[in-house]
């Protein structure tokens, strides 16, 4: 079977430069709709009429912060199998093994290279299975 192609992303994060940086390069590099979110709230609030295939999520935000945005969402049956990408600094292998435990399906490290980071999307998407 042939996994779908990934179209659909949705970006939670906090910081303007990141969402506009990540948003160019996706859109332009990978071809994806993207849909930014400066938060949770906004997340839960649009998951449903934008429909992501997969979602970027930072993890230090204010107010709801990743890995409670990550919970809230997989509490909506519309998101309850959407997989999850933390995009975040703190990177070491404990960390990541915790991100990973949460339901993440990778981890993307800050700052990221705007040149990779459709490829490090899509592969995360191929590893999937393209649900």
Do not use: H
């Not at 990978?30 to 970027?56: M, N, R």
């Not at 999520?57 to 809230?72: E, F, I």
């Not at 990973?100 to 490829?119: Q, R």
């Amino acid at each position: 079977m042939t996994a779908a192609r990934l179209t659909r992303i949705m970006l939670v994060d906090d910081e303007p430069d990141i969402r506009t940086v990540a948003k160019l390069a996706l859109e332009m590099l990978g071809s994806y709709t993207v849909k930014d979110c400066a938060s949770g709230d906004t997340a839960l609030s649009e998951i449903k009429s934008f429909a992501p295939q997969i979602i970027l999520l930072d993890v230090m935000m204010p107010n709801m912060d990743g890995p409670t945005t990550l919970r809230a969402l997989r509490a909506l049956p519309e998101a309850k199998d959407v997989p999850a990408i933390f995009m975040t600094a703190k990177v070491q292998p404990q960390e990541v093994e915790q991100y990973l435990s949460m339901g993440a399906v990778a981890v993307i490290s800050k700052p990221f290279d705007p040149m990779t980071l459709s490829a490090q999307v899509e592969n995360a998407w191929k590893q999937t299975g393209g649900a």
